[in-house]
Nanobody
Framework: ERQLAESGGGLVHPGGSLRLSCVGSGLTFADYAIGWFRQVPGKARERVSCIDSTENRTFYEDSVKDRFTISRDNAKNTVLLEMNNLKSEDTAVYYC????????????????WGQGTMVTVST
């Protein structure tokens, strides 16, 4: 069974930092682009960032550019999302997703979803 598992969410003050992890199992991790969506309950999902199966090909949504950094370690079946200078509007459930590559991910062609991890940015 192919699975993605997110971790690292929590409560942080505005201006703080968090590191989210996405760990894959049951799949050839290096073959997939891995992208992060976030969603506030009752609202539409929002693209955050994606990293291609070819490293150094990345996408960042405008609202997180220069604050978030995505990276991957295929030997550990892991993608990290480093989040800095967090703002209240970053509060959401963050989902790790797999696609063929990031251009397809942007178009919504998603192969697999994780269960989500909650990020709360609040005073």
């Amino acid at each position: 069974e192919r699975q993605l598992a997110e971790s690292g969410g929590g409560l942080v003050h505005p201006g703080g930092s968090l590191r989210l992890s996405c760990v894959g199992s049951g799949l050839t991790f290096a073959d997939y682009a891995i992208g992060w969506f976030r969603q506030v309950p009752g609202k539409a999902r929002e693209r955050v960032s994606c990293i291609d199966s070819t490293e150094n090909r990345t996408f960042y949504e405008d609202s997180v550019k220069d604050r978030f950094t995505i990276s991957r370690d295929n030997a550990k079946n892991t993608v990290l999302l480093e989040m800095n200078n967090l703002k209240s509007e970053d509060t959401a459930v963050y989902y790790c997703t797999a696609a063929s590559w990031c251009n397809h991910w942007r178009a919504g062609y998603l192969e697999l979803w994780g269960q989500g991890t909650m990020v709360t940015v609040s005073t």
